[in-house]
């Protein structure tokens, strides 16, 4: 069963994924051009963070972690996908 927290991590290490394929000259253009595209509509970190606040003080459970930015995107040549 998947977890709030690995379902957040993995939609925000997924815009990291769109953010790296998009940057890497390696890949065929049409990738990347594609990984822009869906990129341009994925939601940032601070979308996500502030539909977390949202959820907060609809529900009363708030999912993230203080350590978001360090550990989630170490992996990540190009970071986060912050817009």
Do not use: C
């Amino acid at each position: 069963m998947t977890t709030p927290d690995e379902r957040t991590r993995n939609l925000l290490q997924a815009g990291a994924f769109l953010k790296e394929l998009r940057k890497d000259k390696t890949v065929p253009e049409e990738i990347r051009q594609e990984a822009h595209r869906l990129l341009r509509h994925y939601p940032t970190v601070y979308e996500v963070v502030m539909l977390a606040e949202l959820e907060k003080h609809t529900t009363g459970m708030f999912y993230l972690t203080p350590d978001i930015e360090k550990g989630w995107f170490s992996s990540y040549r190009f970071g986060a996908h912050t817009g």
